[in-house]
T-cell receptor, first 114, second 111 residues
Framework: ETGVTQSPTHLIKTRGQQVTLRCSSQSGHNTVSWYQQALGQGPQFIFQYYREEENGRGNFPPRFSGLQFPNYSSELNVNALELDDSALYLC?????????????FGEGSRLTVL | QKEVEQDPGPLSVPEGAIVSLNCTYSNSAFQYFMWYRQYSRKGPELLMYTYSSGNKEDGRFTAQVDKSSKYISLFIRDSQPSDSATYLCAITKNTGNQFYFGTGTSLTVIP
């Protein structure tokens, strides 16, 4: 069984640039959620995708957008990067067929905005 | 007010000690309670999962939920240096809904 994989693992951008982060969900999982974890903080919910549709969104501006593909992999796009966007971006997958809804996380993509 | 509050620590204990980690939450609608462990520069991994009130034990770990006081706890018995990590509590109202995480408690177990 393949776990959640994310790419890239690290990247550095400058203010105003755009970034795309990628995630492959765990085998058998059809739901992908994205979280932002700032240094010393817990993960904050950005949004969730289920069957290629956005299925819930946290308190993040529209410049944070996403996609889910037919194979359930997903992308997170952030436009007009700001310094405060520097964080670990975590992708988590889950299955609607599971009673528990447990989230399984990838290792994250660490974004630094200069 | 945050949905879930967690004492960030840091917490430092000698090997073999019993560790108690706690979170409080504000909304009685939360039904699912989890503890995640996060090693430095890694993603969180699910440690314990509990639905509604009660206790759940898994080896050296016990998760406890008291819905009447909106209080969740994780106990680690016979703590080991390999338990050194950040522990995050997480809550959600229904499966498929967003998770709310605490800030995490940093634990160091000293050999």
């Amino acid at each position: 069984e393949t776990g959640v994989t994310q790419s890239p693992t690290h990247l550095i951008k400058t203010r105003g640039q755009q970034v795309t982060l990628r995630c492959s969900s765990q085998s058998g999982h059809n739901t992908v959620s994205w979280y932002q974890q700032a240094l010393g903080q817990g993960p904050q919910f950005i949004f969730q995708y289920y069957r290629e549709e956005e299925n819930g969104r946290g308190n993040f501006p529209p410049r944070f957008s996403g996609l889910q593909f037919p194979n359930y992999s997903s992308e997170l796009n952030v436009n007009a990067l700001e310094l405060d966007d520097s964080a670990l971006y975590l992708c988590a997958s889950s299955s609607d067929r599971a009673n528990t809804g447990e989230l399984f996380f990838g290792e994250g993509s660490r974004l630094t905005v200069l | 007010q945050k949905e879930v509050e967690q004492d960030p620590g840091p917490l430092s204990v000698p090997e073999g000690a019993i560790v108690s980690l706690n979170c409080t939450y504000s909304n009685s609608a939360f039904q699912y309670f989890m503890w995640y462990r996060q090693y430095s520069r890694k993603g969180p991994e699910l440690l314990m999962y509990t639905y509604s009130s009660g206790n759940k034990e898994d080896g050296r770990f016990t998760a406890q939920v008291d819905k009447s006081s909106k209080y969740i706890s994780l106990f680690i018995r016979d703590s080991q240096p390999s338990d050194s990590a950040t522990y995050l509590c997480a809550i959600t109202k229904n499966t498929g809904n967003q998770f709310y995480f605490g800030t995490g408690t940093s634990l160091t177990v000293i050999p």
